[in-house]
Every structure is written in structure tokens, then in C-alpha cells.
T-cell receptor
Framework: AQRVTQPEKLLSVFKGAPVELKCNYS??????LFWYVQYSRQRLQLLLR??SRESIKGFTADLNKGETSFHLKKPFAQEEDSAMYYC?????????????FGTGTQLKVEL | DTGVSQNPRHKITKRGQNVTFRCDPI?????LYWYRQTLGQGPEFLTY????????KSRLLSDRFSAERPKGSFSTLEIQRTEQGDSAMYLC???????????FGPGTRLLVL
């Protein structure tokens, strides 16, 4: 079974401050990790996936298999980053392809 | 808009009634997923289709729930004899093949009174 834990329901930071949204996972096989974001009144959308190893909107995330973590980071928060962020996992290599989500972290960037 | 669409966007029903939701995936996507999201939780997997074949169902999908994708294009999710615990946001997603990104629809919010 797979499990994704996001320990913070709400994270509040000031504009320009660094951001780190925590995500830990539990899975016996090889995982593929994702961050999805939901802006106010918009649908859930993919922010980034660990396989791509890219930076989107200044956000990065590194898969740490030793600590089973996939924390999302941004060096300088912007007001437009305020949103709900979900970490998600699926088995690498296909299979069912279903995503297992965490409970989400609401990021609030204050001026 | 060529994204995933869902109808209706909102549904209010009385306990015991049946409801049906529709999802239209991105046109070339052969995989279609249903998730349910309750307040304070992330989306939870319900079931998925590859073309018209339903390949996996979650234990969350009780026998009151049924999903179809008859022609491998749009899908419907029906809930019979609704209960208050069925109140949730029902999300649909689609992807191109098994390793593709899942693109989500706007969801159908169900309220059972």
C-alpha cells in the first residue's frame, strides 16, 4: 500500500521569504512523485514531477529516497503562489497508474 | 476549451435519490479516472478505465456506485440511493497512456440532504 503525508495543513509566509512544503511517502516499490496545485476557483493542475527534474514557477522538488521525502521548495515566495498544494505518488512503471494524494497544504503568502 | 469537462458542476439531491455525473476527457486520451474528494482531504481514487474497459475499482466504490465508459470516450458515474456520506467533490481525470500526466476536470460537487 502507498501513503503520502503532508504534515502541515496551513503554511503562512511573507512575500520574498523562502517556502518549503513538506511531503513524506511510504511505498515499498519505486515511486513516481508529483506536486499538484489548485489555485482559487481553478481545477487541480500538475506543478511538477520528480522524473522531469525541472523548475516550474521557481519551484523545485527533489526525491530523497533515504528520507522518503519529496519536499517542494521556492527561494522567494510570491503573492501568486498562494494556493492549495497536494503531493501525490504513483507506482513507477505504470501498473494501475492511480495517484495517491496527501491531504494538502494551504500556502498563504502575505504581503 | 480542450480540457477535461464535467457536468453538472453542482448537484443537490435528497437522500435516497439516484444521481449521474458525466466526464468528457481530452479527446485523444485513452485513460480516464474518477476520484472523490471530501472536505480537508486530498482526492481519493475510485476507479479507472482504459478505453472502454474498467480495469480497477477501489474498495471505496460500494455497490451503489457504478461507472461506465461505453464507447471509450465520455464516462458516467452513477450513485444509487444516495447517502449523506456521499456528499463530496467528484473529480475526473484523463491521461494519454499509463505513464502520462493526469489532467483533471473542474469536478462535480454533490450535496446530499
Amino acid at each position: 500500500a502507498q501513503r503520502v503525508t503532508q504534515p502541515e495543513k496551513l503554511l503562512s509566509v511573507f512575500k520574498g521569504a523562502p517556502v518549503e512544503l513538506k511531503c513524506n511517502y511510504s511505498y515499498s516499490g519505486s515511486p513516481e512523485l508529483f506536486w499538484y496545485v489548485q489555485y482559487s476557483r481553478q481545477r487541480l493542475q500538475l506543478l511538477l514531477r520528480h522524473i522531469s527534474r525541472e523548475s516550474i514557477k521557481g519551484f523545485t522538488a527533489d526525491l530523497n529516497k533515504g528520507e522518503t521525502s519529496f519536499h517542494l521548495k521556492k527561494p522567494f515566495a510570491q503573492e501568486e503562489d498562494s494556493a492549495m498544494y497536494y503531493c501525490a505518488l504513483r507506482p513507477l512503471g505504470g501498473g494501475g497508474n492511480k495517484l495517491t494524494f496527501g491531504t494538502g497544504t494551504q500556502l498563504k503568502v502575505e504581503l | 476549451d480542450t480540457g477535461v469537462s464535467q457536468n453538472p458542476r453542482h448537484k443537490i439531491t435528497k437522500r435516497g435519490q439516484n444521481v449521474t455525473f458525466r466526464c468528457d476527457p481530452i479527446s485523444e486520451h485513452n485513460r480516464l479516472y474518477w476520484y472523490r474528494q471530501t472536505l480537508g482531504q486530498g482526492p481519493e481514487f475510485l476507479t479507472y478505465f482504459q478505453n472502454e474497459a474498467q480495469l480497477e475499482k477501489s474498495r471505496l466504490l460500494s455497490d451503489r456506485f457504478s461507472a461506465e465508459r461505453p464507447k471509450g470516450s465520455f464516462s458516467t458515474l452513477e450513485i444509487q440511493r444516495t447517502e449523506q456520506g456521499d456528499s463530496a467533490m467528484y473529480l475526473c481525470a484523463s491521461s494519454l497512456n499509463s505513464g502520462g500526466t493526469q489532467y483533471f476536470g473542474p469536478g462535480t460537487r454533490l450535496l446530499v440532504l
